[in-house]
């Protein structure tokens, strides 16, 4: 049974950083796509970064040139480092994990989902 479990969320100031992770239990190398969502109060979950097993990254239009996706797959773990945080990235962050040979930011492509993660910049 596959599961996902997000930390490292928390509380910063603007400008500050964090750098929550994903780890995968049952990870396998079918696992083509890792995947970050974020979900702030009365919005719709979007997108925010995903990576494929060849390590090629796409990033929200938000959050590119200050947030990084990476995956180590030898721990089973994904990581968003997070930089130049702005109020407007408060969210439940959510790592997710999709199966087949599309990578990208469609919450549809998506078959597993870890419960997230609070992330708040004031």
């Known amino acids: 049974h596959v599961q996902l479990v997000e930390s490292g969320g928390g509380s910063v100031q603007a400008g500050g950083s964090l750098r929550p992770s994903c780890v995968v239990s049952e990870y396998t190398h079918h696992m083509n796509c890792l995947g970050w969502f974020r979900q702030a109060p009365g919005k719709k979950r979007e997108g925010v970064a995903a990576?494929?097993?060849?390590?090629?990254?796409s990033y929200a239009d938000s959050v590119k040139g200050r947030f990084t996706v990476s995956r180590d797959n030898a721990k089973s773990t994904l990581y968003l480092q997070m930089d130049s945080l702005k109020p407007e990235d408060t969210a439940v962050y959510y790592c997710a994990v999709a199966t087949g040979v599309v990578c990208g930011l469609e919450s549809h492509w998506y078959d597993y989902w870890g419960r997230g993660t609070q992330v708040t910049v004031s």
């Open positions: 990576i494929d097993s060849d390590g090629a990254a």
